[in-house]
């Protein structure tokens, strides 16, 4: 796949593997990611994985624009296809219903469709962990199942409870605090996606798969979910 470079800053620099989301995409960013980061570059300060993109920051007195991205280039060339037996899947429980999923009833009645159908759209396949961003520990993923695609709210909300699992267009998030935010709520995680304990703080980074796995009210409670 073709890449390219755009300078963002002084230290700083884009490298472009497409301008959309695509899965096919997101795994030449994951590839070049894992390659840049083995490589440990002296003088690399920061490399940070988004949609169709990575940003690199380096240390100017240490490396040079020009031959940093040479050899930026020529780590990328070699570096090694994905292997998705090797990527990490992360389950995620979630209970949904009404008292918890904000916005759970009005996306059934959008889609015409049961809330247990909702549900079954949502939980029935894997998303992959395109970027981690707007917070600590939020993960974007996607894609959605089309027939579940709703755009977000025309009035976010002032705040949004911790653990809300929300969509919005093609993607899905899980709000890792409470926040405000717009986009819509179908349930809750007991699951803390932000913690010091965790590798980079998140529960998720980008190349993770993950499922959402529907779990009952006193699940939820017993897993420590605060309603």
């Known amino acids: 796949m073709n890449f390219t ?12 593997f497409g301008h959309r989301i695509d899965p096919q995409v997101s795994k030449e960013v994951q ?23 990575l940003m690199v920051s380096y240390d100017v007195l240490t490396q040079n624009y020009d ?9 990328i060339m070699m570096a090694r296809p994905i292997d998705e037996a090797e990527q990490k899947t992360v389950s995620i429980p979630s209970y949904y219903h009404p008292e918890v999923g904000l916005d759970l009833e009005t996306v059934a009645e959008e889609k015409n469709l049961s809330i247990d159908a909702i549900i079954a759209l949502h939980v029935n396949q894997s998303y992959n962990v395109y970027a981690v961003g707007f917070a600590p520990g939020f993960a974007y993923l996607g894609e959605l199942n089309e027939a579940l695609a709703s755009p977000r709210l025309a009035n976010p909300r002032k705040s949004i409870p911790k653990g809300s699992v929300s969509i919005a267009d093609r993607q899905t998030a899980v709000y890792p605090t409470q926040s405000p935010g717009g986009w819509k709520i179908l349930g809750r995680t007991p699951i803390a996606m932000f913690d010091t304990a965790y590798e980079g ?6 190349g993770d798969l993950v499922r959402f796995e529907a779990i009952s009210r006193a699940e939820f409670l017993k897993l420590g979910g605060i309603l």
């Open 5 to 16: 470079f755009q300078v963002a800053s002084f230290n700083t620099f884009m490298i472009y």
């Open 31 to 53: 590839k070049a990611y894992r390659a840049l980061k083995n490589a440990r570059l002296i003088g690399v300060l920061e490399i940070i994985p988004s949609y169709a993109s």
């Open 67 to 75: 031959s940093l991205c040479k050899r930026v280039e020529e780590i």
């Open 201 to 206: 703080l998140s529960l998720l980074h980008v």
